[in-house]
């Protein structure tokens, strides 16, 4: 496996705000509004995209020989620090579909590839980043960040079924050690056990994160703390066409906002959760990255507004 970046210029000397560790893709999707192959996509791409909007976020990850030298171009134009961007032989690829319920992505085929391989190797100018985002990925690479990192502030984690499938004993190592935990419904009941999400995140809460996130597609997300309960509306969305993303854009514009405000109070998670139902909103507008390409941090800012209206009564 080769560091890319070394071929690549626009490497920041600076200390960037987020670490995001998780897969960059070759997407295949398939909605009722159409479909795409090989588009850009993975946790890290959507995660990074949408942390960029508050912060600088730094990307761990690998990708392979047939990656589009344009996504390429994309991820450097905004401003995402690549030097911990592999290369190996092929990219992940994964092949969805979403039916009439746009809240469930059903996967046709998740192919490694590169992953398989994948050890993480988070570069000496990254280790001391404080906000350290492992979005969706092999557990044992989430592991893996943390041992190579030095004493983050915050650390996110998010996963998917797949893993609570293939790799749960890991998975649940890297959730002890996290922060703040990202599920969406379908997920939380499945890794507690339980068809109750206040219990599964009471349960959550036990293991070690401060702070549970049970994201519930186009009807919001619940933030559960020790003590108090939270939970932010869905944008009443009319044009969703692709939800691809949605989960790893929330997450990116959930530490994003975090990392720049460098508030961790629980007031603040509140805003941060509100901003990440906002990113994720657009994202579903438009497939693969095509909104969140689109969109200045003005529509942020303007949708955000939306939101305190609609819980004021
Ligand atoms: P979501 O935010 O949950 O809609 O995440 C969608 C992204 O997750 C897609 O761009 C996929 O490439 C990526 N993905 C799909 N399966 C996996 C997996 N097993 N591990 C990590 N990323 C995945």
């Given at each position: 496996m080769t560091k890319i970046l070394k071929r690549m210029?626009?490497?920041?000397?600076k200390l960037d705000d987020v670490l995001i560790i998780g897969t960059v893709a070759l997407d295949t999707i398939e909605t009722p509004f159409g479909k795409v192959d090989k588009a850009l996509g993975g946790s890290a791409t959507y995660a990074s995209f949408a942390a960029s909007f508050f912060s600088k976020p730094a990307l761990i990850s690998v990708i392979g020989r047939d990656f589009p030298k344009a996504y390429l171009g994309l991820l450097q134009k905004r401003g995402i620090n690549l030097k911990g961007l592999e290369m190996d032989d092929k990219t992940f690829h994964w092949e969805g579909f979403y039916e009439y319920d746009m809240n469930e992505a059903k996967t046709r085929k998740t192919e490694l590839n590169s992953l398989e391989r994948f050890k993480v190797d988070v570069p000496e100018s990254h280790k001391g980043i404080k906000y350290v985002f492992l979005a969706n990925i092999d557990p044992e690479q989430q592991l893996e960040t943390l041992r190579q990192v030095n004493k983050p502030e915050l650390v996110v984690i998010d996963t998917m079924n797949f893993w609570i499938n293939n790799k749960k004993k890991p998975l649940m190592e890297a959730i002890k050690k996290a922060d703040v935990l990202l599920l969406n419904d379908g997920e939380a009941r499945q890794l507690f056990s339980t068809a109750n999400l206040a219990s599964a995140a009471n349960s959550a809460l036990n293991l070690g994160p401060k702070a549970v996130i049970i994201k519930k597609g186009e009807h919001g997300a619940l933030l559960f703390t020790k003590n108090k309960h939270f939970n932010a509306p869905g944008y009443p969305l009319e044009n969703i066409k692709d939800p691809t993303g949605c989960g790893d854009s929330f997450g990116g514009a959930f530490i994003g906002y975090l990392a720049k405000t460098k508030d961790l109070s629980e007031r603040n998670f509140r805003k941060a959760v509100v901003y990440g139902s906002v990113v994720a909103s657009h994202n579903a507008e438009d497939f693969g990255l095509n909104r969140l390409k689109r969109i200045t941090i003005r529509d942020i800012e303007q949708r955000y507004s939306e939101f305190h209206d609609m819980r004021e009564f």
């Open positions: 210029k626009g490497t920041r000397n």
